[in-house]
């Protein structure tokens, strides 16, 4: 008989994923937790069977533009696969933008958030990134509750949120130019009033991802403003012209070609060429970049919950993997420095999903007017550290994650490649990890938000004051204390001594915040269900990521087994 390796069966993604469970068991009330896990139990189902050959095929099938049409004329169809339409159709079933809005009716409320990233959890991996459309989708709803007038607010908001596919519409954000993604000031895209007073932009736009969508938010500046970001306000572009129903793609809107990306293939990207298309002002013309900011912390938020879906699918294949590979006479998952390897990406998987999570709860807290101000404060600077935190490590864990498959990580039809590829846009869109440290900085010196960051994050050490955990609770302190002190020496230091010391400080101070909310997860697992997974996580995440070498000397194998065994459970009867 010859010998063929057995490929990795994903098991059903609810089931199998302990931390998630556990952490919804302590984040959401009983009776809500009741109600919300039957469909959490369908989706992870789902994920490992229908949603996951849908991206499959999504990912094979990719967007195609077709700029005439047979007679000649322009007509910038994009073709995108029926599987990338099916996995939209599953998104607006699900309500991933309707989550956080539809709180009344579904009693959410403040929890809301929660909810959407646990559902965002399960079908964000098995999507083929149809998350980037779900992204930009519920961030434009929040930029139009926020800031349009009542007629566009009422007319779009009510689809951007639906949970009914004939009437859901998505969003895209056209923000990048060839001038500049990361600083918009440059944005050459003009915005010239009719003398009817009707809007039209002219220019082009340098990335639009999710091309087909029914909507865009763009930035543009009114004919005769001021230069730089200030000038600047934002549009609210249509697909289909609401005054004419006739659609502008083609006509006022060209597509110039769709880009040749390194992952997100299935999803179209292209380059635009705005040339009078109608465009309605969002709320008055004027303060367009302040607009986008509360966009930019959903989309982020969004990014970070891809980033932590994303590692707990490239651990979860992984242990897969090693439960039928055999090298030298054993399981993979039988061999020490395997399980080794396994265990820290397992524990990193957690802890980005720990961190994300307490944005979740902190946003859906803000939304709903329960968030104290020092909660605020503490949120303004977890969404920075948040994303390039869990982007950075999505990209490393990816990496990992198909060097665990030997040679059969590197083969396309494997479909291993696609989760490096499709990770490493997690640092580059939304804000680079530059641009999100710089933000930090620029929040801390504006605003004074670490003060109340570094509270939130002694309040939650404070949570976890038990014996087992005491370790680690004075190692994280140590950090904070180390932290609060750089910060504090800014105010004297060179400019450019700082910020070319703030991604350093984001990152350390990125780990040491989720250090403490795994701490704080830790000891009410002790406390309430004398179950010591998390603490066995926690004192893991603290000696690989923030002690020293020394700490960090002798690897226990019974401890990183225990982490890949009770972390990853095997639905019945596989
Ligand atoms: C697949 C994909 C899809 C995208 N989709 C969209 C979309 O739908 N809509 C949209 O508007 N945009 C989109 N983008 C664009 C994306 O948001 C930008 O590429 C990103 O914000 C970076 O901007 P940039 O390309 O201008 O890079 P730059 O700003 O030129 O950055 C280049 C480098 O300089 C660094 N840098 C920049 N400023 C500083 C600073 N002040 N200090 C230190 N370092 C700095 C950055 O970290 C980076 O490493 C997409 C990008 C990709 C890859």
Redesign the pocket.
Known sequence: MPFFQSPPVLPDTWVSDVPLQEHLERLLPVDMLAGVRPQLAELGRLAATTLHDLAAEAERDQPRHIPFDAWGRRSDQIAVSPAWEELHTWQVRLGLCAVPYDTEATGYKEHARVVQMALHHLYGPSSATYTCPVA?TDAAARVLLDHADVPLRDRVVARLTSRDPDAAWTS?????ERE????VSRTATIARQGANGSWTLHGT??????TTANCALALARPEGAESGSRGLALFLVERIDPRTGESQIGDTIRINRL?D?L??KSMP?AELTLDGAFATPVGPVEHGVRKISGMLNITRFHNAMGASGGMRRGVELAVAYSRVREATGSRLIDLPLHTETLAAMSVDAEAAFALTVRVAHLIGRAEHGTATDAEQQSLRALIPVTKLLTGKDAVALASEALEAFGGAGYIEDTGLPLLLRNAQ?LP????????LS?DLLRAATRNAVLPALFEDLAARLGDADVVALAESVRLVAAERDRLMSDAQGWHAADTAVV?AGMRQFAIRLGRAYTAALLCEHAAYRLAKHDDDRAALVARRYVRSRLAGAAEWSRPDPAESAAILMRGHAQPQGS
Do not use: C, P, R, Y
């Not at 895209?172 to 990048?176: A, E, I, K, N, S």
């Not at 580059?428 to 641009?435: C, F, L, M, P």
């Open positions: 930009m895209g954000q056209w923000m990048t500049g993604g990361s600083d736009k340098w990335f639009t991802s999710a880009k990306k992952g997100t990207t846009v580059i869109w939304e804000g680079t990890t530059n641009v710089l910020q």
